[in-house]
RNA sequence: GACCUCAUAGCUCAACUGGAUAGAGCAACUGCCUUCUAAGCAGUAGGUUGCAGGUUCGACUCCUGCUGGGGUCACCA
């Protein structure tokens, strides 16, 4: 619902009629008027004094006056230096209010026939999920559903880091020190025993280095301690181990593969489960133990069209230089893939798989390079999807001491904070003490429902492109600026839409159409009702739902005051009484719409 | 060393992509439950937007330099 669009070819005209100068629709946009000042919309003036010649309050005034003969809909004006604020009519809120209410899919697209992929979360299978997987597992479900509702078919898909180095010291771990155990006989889930072998590697591995150093500094006790560090490291029996067994996991040995399929089911068990809890799905998976030997004909494709070269060694490489990155290993000498050389190869598959015109990657920051080369190979080699890559590049989450580190146990696991906030949702809940009428499954799962609306929306307010800091001392709230808050809100409107129907107030546009003199708060809650499908379609041209997360606390906030200032049932006037039921049905209507977007949760009763 | 990126209230984040007097939440303080859910509402206090220049009618936003944090520059993924 954009009140402003007709004025613009009434204000080209103007500047036609009146100063003989030709303005495209596209130099002409207005903004919100601040608060401090009377007028719903507001047109900066200073941009078209370089066209006409005239005094901005005099030009502004000239305008305004135009608008007023050429448009019933404006109320008044009033001129502040450059700035035109234009009042609307109370007939026009009362009017869009209506149309609102009319349209069933508010802010939602219809379909474009255009498909986007979207890929996220893409966990190695040597550790479980932590907070850093769940900004990216929850930016990408997000963005999902904001390309939907923008018109898009999306394809979520999850590309499982299962097979490397890494995977090897886990089952190496596990071999040498894990006794048989099984997440059964342990009780530990799946993805944390795996986990905890890792773990166990490190720390075995480091006994192992620091024995190696000490002889070997017996011997050459004259050498160069840094370069003799360095040669222990390389030479560790343990990860010379591991690497014997990537090699016969490549082989295909039967006893490796097994070990590695037993494990890895494990883990997906695991994910699986968490993923469930966090409310996420997938359309497809890939592993790259699939995928890991695609990529081959690409870069034999790039050597032929002359786009790639040979080094005398055989490697292949792509010389980037004149596009100001580098040169760049597609090939080893060996023939063997390299990363770059597989995300080639995977690119092809899922456009096979799925035609897609955009290909999203939710992958980290600390990525940029890589994907900034991917994109430039695909163009170069002529890709159709090539231009429609994006990096969705999202900043780490970063704890008060630093990075979190997997290996030395910095981090913050997924499912332990899962389980910490839905502990401190029942707790919080049970002392407010609203809903002791609750069935316990129906309590437990309101809980769970406010535990993920507070993580989803704590990690999703932030710009994504920027790191955030999550402090595990301070838990995260539930007041104020948060997602429980919205979902309050909802709650809230939801037992007055309860009471209107008992009540039998009918708040039909018919019944509140006559309603003439509406108070601020009431035509401050329809604009921003108004709002709303220019942020869902910002939200997706940015690919960022803290758009969206903004937008929804706005709302809340305005309708929280409205609540607060207006009572509705004692409202003696029948079409107001009705009006404020029907923004409080469209509140809650576009309160939940952005929720769903943030994959969030809106509860009937808390 | 080269390149990328960030720096806003005590803390965590915004600022409609160059517009008016930079806004929220948390923390602190003050009011408001005999009317629809107080997980709420209203208010007070808190700022030289890292520093120095420049561009312009106008700069948190663009340009240059500096300082400080993070990242990348692997025949790891």
Not at 180 to 191: F, L, N, R, Y
Not at 279 to 305: I, Q, R
Not at 312 to 317: K, L, T
Not at 381 to 402: F, K, N, Q, W
């Amino acid at each position: 619902m954009n009140i402003a669009q007709p004025l613009i070819p009434t204000i080209c005209k103007c500047f036609e009629e009146k100063f003989n100068v030709q303005l495209s629709p596209n130099e002409i946009s207005f903004q919100t008027t601040r608060k401090e000042f009377e007028g719903d919309i507001t047109l900066v003036i200073f941009p078209f004094l370089k066209k006409v010649q005239q005094k901005p309050e005099a030009l502004a005034q000239a305008i305004g006056e135009y608008l007023m003969q050429h448009h019933q809909q404006i109320a008044r004006f009033n001129v502040i230096k450059g700035f035109l604020n234009i009042s609307f009519a109370h007939t026009v809120w009362v009017e869009t209010l209506a149309q609102i209410a009319n349209t069933t899919h508010y802010g939602v697209l219809p379909a474009n026939g255009q498909k986007v992929m979207v890929e996220y979360s893409s966990p190695n299978t040597n550790k479980p999920l932590h907070l850093g997987h769940m900004r990216n597992i929850f930016l990408g479900y997000s963005v999902a559903n904001i390309l939907k509702a923008n018109g898009y078919e999306v394809m979520k898909v999850n590309l499982v880091n299962d097979r490397g180095i890494h995977i090897c010291k886990s089952m190496l771990a596990y071999q040498k020190f894990g006794k048989g155990e099984t997440p059964q006989s342990t009780g530990i889930k799946g993805d944390h025993l795996v986990g905890n072998y890792y773990v166990v590697f490190d720390r075995e591995n480091k006994k192992a280095t620091a024995e190696l150093l000490a002889t070997y500094q017996k011997t050459y006790p004259n050498e160069n301690p840094e370069q003799l560090a360095e040669l222990a490291a390389k030479n560790s029996p343990l990860l010379l181990e591991a690497q014997e067994m990537l090699r016969r996991w490549e082989e295909g040995d039967p006893e490796i593969v097994q070990l590695w399929q037993t494990m890895n089911n494990w883990v997906y068990e695991g994910f699986d489960a968490t993923y469930q809890k966090m409310g996420v799905d997938f359309d497809k998976t890939y592993y790259e133990s699939n995928t890991y030997l695609l990529g081959k004909a690409v870069v034999e494709e790039g050597l032929a069209k002359g786009l790639f070269f040979k080094k005398e060694d055989g490697s292949v490489w792509v010389d980037l230089t004149a596009d100001g990155l580098d040169q760049k290993l597609l090939l080893r000498a060996d023939g063997t893939s390299v990363y770059i050389t597989q995300d080639l190869g995977t690119a092809d598959m899922k456009y096979a798989d799925f035609p897609m015109q955009k290909s999203v990657y939710v992958v980290g920051n600390e990525q940029d390079y890589h994907f900034k080369v991917l994109k430039l190979i695909l163009q170069k080699l002529g890709r159709s999807y090539a231009d429609g890559i994006y990096h969705l590049s999202y900043g780490m989450v970063e704890l008060p001491t630093g990075k979190m580190k997997s290996r030395e146990g910095t981090v913050v696991d997924a499912d332990d904070l899962i389980d910490e906030m839905v502990h401190i949702a029942r707790e919080r809940t049970k002392e407010l003490g609203k809903i002791d009428d609750f069935e316990s499954a129906e309590a437990e799962a309101l809980y769970h429902m406010l535990a993920m609306g507070a993580l989803k929306y704590y990690l999703l307010r932030v710009d994504p492109k920027k790191k955030m800091l999550f402090n595990p001392e301070e838990s995260i709230d539930f007041q104020g600026d948060t997602g429980v808050y919205l979902q309050y809100t909802h709650a809230k409107i939801a037992a007055i839409l309860r009471r209107a129907r008992e009540l039998g107030v009918d708040a039909s546009p018919a019944a509140f159409s006559n309603a003439t003199q509406l108070a601020p708060q009431e035509i401050e809650l329809i604009q921003v009702l108004a709002a709303y499908p220019k942020r869902v379609a910002d939200a997706a041209e940015e690919y960022a739902p803290s758009l969206i997360a903004a937008y929804a606390y706005e709302l809340a906030k305005t309708y929280s005051r409205l609540y607060a200032e207006l009572s509705i049932f004692n409202e003696p006037d029948a079409a107001l009484k009705s009006l404020r039921v029907a923004l409080s049905a469209q509140t809650a209507k576009v309160l939940k719409s952005a929720l769903q977007l943030l994959g969030i949760q809106a509860p009937e009763r808390m």
